[in-house]
């Protein structure tokens, strides 16, 4: 969560998506609740409906940065959280 707030908070070219594991919706969006996150949840169940399945991994928690046709742009925390910064540099 700090990371969330130190990089992506204030970001107007980054938005975060969070896939849970639960069977549940209503587990799923509770925990995401209790945690205080405010991005969107789904529920890894319906990837293919979001049109996300090609992006599932195997890895909890797993990070990727995507631009906004689908390219994959960085994977893992801090290469994600390095060209978050630079895209955020960038605004203005």
Partial sequence: MESYKEHLADSTKVAMI???Y???????LSWAKKEGFPWLTVLSSKLEGADLEKFAGDFVPEYLLLSPDGQVLASGKDE???RIAALNDDQG
């Fill in 18 to 20: 969070h896939v849970s």
């Fill in 22 to 28: 639960d069977e549940q919706e209503a587990a799923a």
């Fill in 80 to 82: 994600c959280l390095k």
